[in-house]
């Protein structure tokens, strides 16, 4: 008897977490039940920066930046539940994972080193270190099935979260479909799209709190911002770091060779980069221009991770860069003192930005 009972209680539990994760079945798919109530989501842009451009087909709402939270957040985008976007681009690592590579569900390290997604919503000049895709949506399709990434095919994602039992609801809330069947990636990759569009700097650095007039720069933090922008009066103090690290964004999201690399001729390159996608062997070891905003936070330097201290970074740049046909024009060797770099240092140092590392809104919402 008691055996049986046993027995009972056993199927009777594996019924009930087999239900778990599916949508009330009495629903049968039917989402009509919840309401569509679009309400669009208000970005916070600091004063000074670009306007966002944003697809037509996909605005901002309030529900659909919930629903790309979760599923940035959320392992249900891996073929084995153990790692989702978040897991490489880490908030308090400013978006990032601190790892000269990151490596994917399946153990296996990719070449190069993951990228911050801070002001990411402003870069129309292609995504990746080379730039190979144009948009976040376009973007956000690939890692999912990424050998090296999450390594789980789109069909079995969709069914996963077609049969869940919170995301139906979300999908319908952010984008109004009438059946589960009606989850598809493309509306998946929308509403991730949608919250990385948010991730946005606070406006609260020091940087920026000078620039509106709220806070002042100590003589060294001034002195290391003539220096970046090369408005000092002593020429040969100039670092030209600006003309490629531009304000506000602190890139121009342009594709440079910036001399990390020492080759023979342009084919040289062991990663390729830029030129790999235009084809144009003057690409060839151009890599896009990462924003210093929060630069700290991202250690380790450079697309693969081969510097580990922001010190290491201007001696590099001091040298003046390997030569190569397409060294990025401006590149040249600096004489800029010790005192200077140290200066320089400090004014990088005011693009600290917490409020944005400390967002809740950004944070992992389970
Ligand atoms: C295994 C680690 C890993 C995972 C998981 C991962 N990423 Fe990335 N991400 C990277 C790396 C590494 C790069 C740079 C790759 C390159 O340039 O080839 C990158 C680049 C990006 C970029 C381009 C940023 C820029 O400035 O151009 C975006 C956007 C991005 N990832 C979003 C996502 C989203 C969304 C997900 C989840 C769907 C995700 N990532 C999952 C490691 C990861
Ligand atoms: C010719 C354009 C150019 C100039 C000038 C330039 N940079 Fe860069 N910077 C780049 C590019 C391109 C990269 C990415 C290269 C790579 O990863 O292979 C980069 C990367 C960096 C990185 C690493 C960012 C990261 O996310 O890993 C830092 C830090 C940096 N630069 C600081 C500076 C400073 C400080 C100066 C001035 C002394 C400067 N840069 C001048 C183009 C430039």
Redesign the pocket.
Known sequence: MRQTLFIFIVLLSILLSCGKDEAPSEMGGDLTLFPYQPESYDLQIPEGFPQMVIPADNPLTVAGVSLGRHL?YDPI?SVDST???S???LQAANFT?NLA????VDGIT?N??????LN?GF?NTG????GRVMT?EE??LL??EDP???HDSWPNVERKLRRHSMYPKMFREAFGIERQEDISRDLAVKA?AQF?RTLISSGESKYDRVVAGEAVFTDQELDGFEIFFDINEDQSQHAECGHCHNAPLFTTNEYFNNGIDAVESLADFTDLARGKVTGQRFDNGAF?VPTLRNIEFTAPFM?DGRFSHMEEVIDHYATGGNPADNLGAVMRPLSISEKNKAALLAFINTLQDEVFLQNPAFSSPF
């Open positions: 940035f985008l790692q989702s976007c897991s490489c681009h994972d590579a990151s490596t994917g990719g190069r080193s993951s990228m911050t997604l990411i870069h995504l990746f270190w080379d976040l973007q956000a890692p999912v090296i990434e999450l991730i990385e896009k697309h």
